[in-house]
């Protein structure tokens, strides 16, 4: 379930794009500075967006820095980086989100890859964990349920993509403070969102596999495709309306581009492909 918060580039300026960039780099560099090589592999697209969003949220009131490195993949050039407070925060999630989901892949499908990227990634979950203990749990208590779910078969689409919400809830709600009611909803929100577009994504292999999806009956429905698009602009609706509360200026158009533009690239080329197969 990653790589669904996405930025638009297409419709980003060269300076917008140069600023992503060096915020995609910057969670990368501190992913390695506290979890080493191993760490960097757990880099995602979503977790730059919570890191964007927290520092621009507590924009002045966390120490930030920046600078030019090089690193494995732009060994020549270097690369532009800048980071804060939150980005340290953003680089354990990311190595206990992964070691999580690698260790579901073996439990659920006996994945020998699973397996061993689970092993890779044990010492960078336990430090994370240690210096986030709730929102470790939160994670894992949260895949247990969704995996009781889907081991049952629910087509409950509000119960199983809630227990994805409810996860990203807890890891968007950094300090617990005054803001974590809109930080909240814009994780719940996007937490469903990105569950049901991964089903909605994954449909038709699931279909074929004879595995678990909870749109499978759904999708024999007619309407499905209306009543799809309708949930997934509602849900980002709510994501908007609570980030709009959010006093956000620093990376304001990065963030916007997101939420109203770039979460929706894969259910763009979902429902281009479908038309082209059709047609």
């Not at 997934?232 to 994501?239: G, K, R, S, V, Y």
Request: hydrophobic share 35%; aromatic share 12%; proline share 3%.
């Amino acid at each position: 379930m990653f790589g669904y918060v996405v930025p638009n580039q297409a419709a980003l300026s060269d300076e917008a794009q140069k600023r992503y960039r060096t915020a995609y780099c910057g969670l990368c560099r501190r992913i390695d500075a506290l979890h080493g090589l191993r760490g960097r592999f757990t880099l995602s697209y979503d977790l730059t967006f919570l890191n964007l969003l927290l520092c621009s949220l507590y924009e002045g009131e966390t120490e930030a820095s920046s600078g030019h490195d090089r690193c494995p993949i732009h060994p020549l050039g270097g690369v532009e980086w800048r980071a804060a407070s939150p980005t340290d925060y953003c680089a354990d999630l990311s190595v206990a989100l992964h070691y999580y989901n690698a260790e579901d892949k073996w439990k659920d499908d006996r994945s020998l890859l699973g397996l061993g990227y689970e092993k890779l990634l044990t010492g960078c979950k336990q430090a994370a964990e240690s210096r986030w203990p709730r929102q470790c749990s939160a994670i894992r208590t949260c895949l247990d349920r969704l995996a009781e779910y889907e081991a049952a078969g629910s087509e409950d689409l509000d119960a199983v993509s809630g227990c994805f919400g409810e996860l990203m809830a807890e890891l968007f709600d950094y300090r617990q403070d005054h803001w974590s009611p809109e930080l909240r909803s814009i994780g719940f929100h996007l937490g469903k969102f990105i569950y049901l577009l991964d089903a909605y994504d994954d449909l038709e292999h699931d279909q074929r596999k004879g595995a678990y999806n909870p749109l499978k009956a759904l999708s024999q429905q007619p309407g499905y495709e209306e009543e799809m698009k309708e949930i997934f602009e509602l849900l980002l609706a709510q994501c908007a309306q609570s980030f709009e509360r959010l006093p956000c200026v620093e990376d304001a158009d990065l963030l916007r581009n997101i939420l109203y533009s770039g979460v929706w690239l894969k259910y763009n080329c979902k429902t281009a492909k479908q038309a082209r197969s059709r047609g």
